[in-house]
């Protein structure tokens, strides 16, 4: 199911008092991540592979509690379509979100300065809160967005991780807000938020993006743990890519 191309920037997000964090089916589910791998080693010929690139930078940015070797199969999959695929270099991320934005930003300019035109950028979780964020502030070193199961309001508020931040004293209505108020600065470049109705890390609804001038919203069937490795996921991910480039 893909989403219509939104060209209107409305309102900044407002609290989704009917949302909380992903029911317990879908927590479940995640169990059955492994069979997103089974099924892209048996069908990894399906992939559009003449959807090629032209070398251009992608920089990848992982999840919460991941690092460079979770968007492997991404990774490898665009190296084979001939983009410059580029892994943030700064191991795990923990989550320190106003430690680490500034450095993906340097990141981001960095790149497109050495390639001498705007990059991509892929992010997985929380990785595209990174992603989104350093659009805004880098936009013309940014040709698109592409985000993967991401909270795009809320932070971990409407996650399943909110209860365990929660009990630690963090406080999600501020971060929220914090959050909502970037949306001031639309984003100006094309984004593109992958979803899925079953992620159970992220309620989805908090995956859709209504906000932004250039954005649209493709719903796949995947568990949030699948987002890197579901052949589903790739496709669109190499149609997205191509459909901006033949702009």
Known sequence: ???????????????????SGPPISNVLREFLTPLEFANLLLFWWRLPFHLRGNGQTVLLLPGLGGGERSMAVIREYLRVLGYGPQDWGMGRNDGRVMEKLPRVNEMVHTLARDAG?????????????????????????????????????????????????GRRGLDHDAIEARIAARYRTPLSVPVT??????????????????????????????????????????????????????R
Do not use: C
């Not at 592409?146 to 508020?157: A, D, F």
């Open 117 to 165: 035109r705007p990059i991509i950028l892929i992010g997985w979780s929380l990785g595209g809160y990174f992603a989104r964020e350093a659009a805004r502030d880098n936009p013309s070193d940014v040709s698109q967005v592409i985000t993967l199961g991401s909270p795009l309001v809320g932070g971990p508020k409407y996650t399943a991780t909110a209860r365990f931040f």
């Open 193 to 246: 938020s992958i979803y899925s109705k079953g992620d159970g890390v992220v309620s989805w609804q908090a995956s859709v993006d209504e906000w932004s001038p250039h954005a649209e919203n493709i719903e796949v069937s995947t568990t949030h743990f699948g987002f890197g490795i579901s052949r589903e996921v790739l496709t669109h991910i190499a149609e997205r890519l191509a459909l901006v480039q033949a």
């Open 1 to 19: 199911m893909v989403g219509m191309v939104s060209t209107r920037q409305q309102n900044i997000p407002q609290p989704m008092d009917t949302v």
